[in-house]
């Protein structure tokens, strides 16, 4: 089976409309849970696959959105730990977690595997050996690239009609906390040891599209910049969004001397909805929208950190 990568350099490394290409060649290959193809007298029959696996818990996310659950045969194992997964872990529980070994992908006969660009060299030839396709999607750094990335694994699970219904979900939550006001809020997202998101990430993208200005961007850090809480303290923004651990602890984003910013609004943010996009942007949209309308319905922060 021919796989997507030379597909694409026989496109000359255009990658538009390859989704559709590649849905071509797994229909025309039986890949989706049709006959294999028929074996010369005398050889060994190849191996019938079908369906899909996804080793990304992003991807899983939006697989499960557009997919009929008998095309996928298996979620990454990050979906159903709750520490890690970016969809609800009691349906990624419904399937089969992989951890992304060639030998758990071979034994489900896949037709098709979808996951990111950190694919090793060796896995991508083992695949590629098997016959199986190989699609890898980067991290979306913003809207556009992940309602792209939500038609192009619809393409790929045969679903355009349901990808389509997804992103126009998508863009009536984004529509709905956009923001009454033109003023940027001020806002900070503070992850786990004092790590800040850069400019060009989702996250960011849809603090501008919520009201808020990057209060990390301003200060000219970029993505994984440290921030130390000496410089939150002397120039602190008008909201904290702290994305620590999902039990909430974390030393620094929780330390006393926050509640002394009285200015400032301090409130927990799942740090679950930063790097996904999918339908994960649905629930990053809605929290983000009640956050902004905290700031601006209150002067002046809690002692203690603001609940969802």
């Given at each position: 089976?021919?796989?997507?990568?030379?597909?694409?350099?026989?496109?000359?490394?255009?990658?538009?409309?390859?989704?559709?290409?590649?849905?071509?060649?797994?229909?025309?290959t039986?890949?989706?849970?049709?006959?294999?193809?028929?074996?010369?007298?005398?050889?060994?029959?190849?191996?019938?696959?079908?369906?899909?696996?996804?080793?990304n818990?992003?991807?899983?996310?939006?697989?499960?959105?557009?997919?009929?659950?008998?095309?996928?045969?298996?979620?990454?194992?990050?979906?159903?730990?709750?520490g890690?997964?970016?969809?609800?872990?009691?349906v990624?529980?419904?399937?089969?977690?992989?951890?992304?070994?060639?030998?758990?992908?071979?034994?489900?006969?896949?037709?098709l595997?979808?996951?990111?660009?950190?694919?090793?060299?060796?896995?991508?030839?083992?695949?590629?050996?098997?016959g199986?396709?190989?699609?890898?999607?980067?991290?979306?750094?913003d809207?556009?690239?992940?309602?792209?990335?939500?038609?192009?694994?619809?393409?790929?699970?045969?679903?355009?009609?349901?990808?389509?219904?997804?992103?126009?979900?998508?863009?009536?939550?984004?529509?709905?906390?956009?923001?009454?006001?033109?003023?940027?809020?001020s806002?900070?997202?503070?992850q786990?040891?004092?790590?800040?998101?850069?400019?060009?990430?989702l996250?960011?993208?849809?603090?501008r599209?919520?009201?808020?200005?990057?209060?990390?961007?301003?200060?000219g850090?970029?993505?994984?910049?440290y921030?130390?809480?000496?410089?939150?303290?002397?120039?602190?923004?008008?909201?904290?969004?702290?994305?620590?651990?999902?039990?909430?602890?974390?030393?620094?984003?929780?330390?006393?001397?926050l509640?002394?910013?009285?200015?400032?609004?301090?409130?927990?943010?799942?740090?679950?909805?930063?790097?996904?996009?999918?339908?994960?942007?649905i629930?990053?949209?809605?929290?983000?929208?009640?956050?902004?309308?905290?700031?601006?319905?209150?002067?002046?922060?809690s002692?203690?950190?603001?609940?969802?």
């Open positions: 089976m021919a796989i997507v990568r030379v597909a694409e350099r026989r496109a000359g490394g255009d990658r538009r409309g390859i989704g559709a290409r590649v849905s071509l060649l797994l229909a025309a039986g890949a989706l849970g049709l006959a294999g193809c028929a074996a010369a007298p005398g050889s060994t029959p190849a191996p019938v696959r079908s369906g899909i696996v996804s080793l818990p992003c991807t899983d996310a939006v697989l499960a959105e557009v997919a009929d659950p008998g095309q996928i045969r298996a979620l990454s194992a990050y979906s159903s730990d709750p890690s997964s970016s969809m609800d872990v009691a990624a529980r419904r399937f089969p977690a992989v951890s992304g070994t060639v030998e758990e992908i071979a034994a489900l006969r896949p037709a595997v979808i996951g990111g660009t950190f694919t090793p060299p060796a896995t991508r030839a083992a695949l590629a050996r098997l199986i396709a190989l699609v890898e999607l980067p991290i979306a750094r809207v556009p690239e992940s309602l792209a990335q939500v038609r192009r694994i619809a393409a790929l699970a045969g679903q355009p009609a349901r990808g389509e219904a997804l992103v126009g979900r998508i863009e009536g939550a984004l529509a709905a906390a956009r923001p009454a006001h033109s003023r940027a809020v806002a900070l997202v503070w786990s040891g004092g790590i800040v998101p850069g400019e060009a990430s996250i960011a993208d849809l603090l599209r919520t009201g808020f200005s990057n209060a990390a961007a301003a200060r850090l970029g993505q994984a910049d921030l130390p809480l000496e410089r939150v303290l002397i120039d602190p923004p008008e909201v904290i969004l702290a994305a620590g651990g999902r039990d909430g602890a974390d030393r620094l984003l929780n330390h006393p001397v509640t002394g910013l009285t200015a400032t609004r301090r409130v927990p943010f799942d740090s679950a909805l930063l790097w996904c996009g999918g339908p994960t942007i629930r990053a949209a809605a929290r983000l929208a009640q956050v902004r309308r905290m700031a601006e319905g209150a002067g002046s922060a002692p203690r950190p603001d609940t969802p």
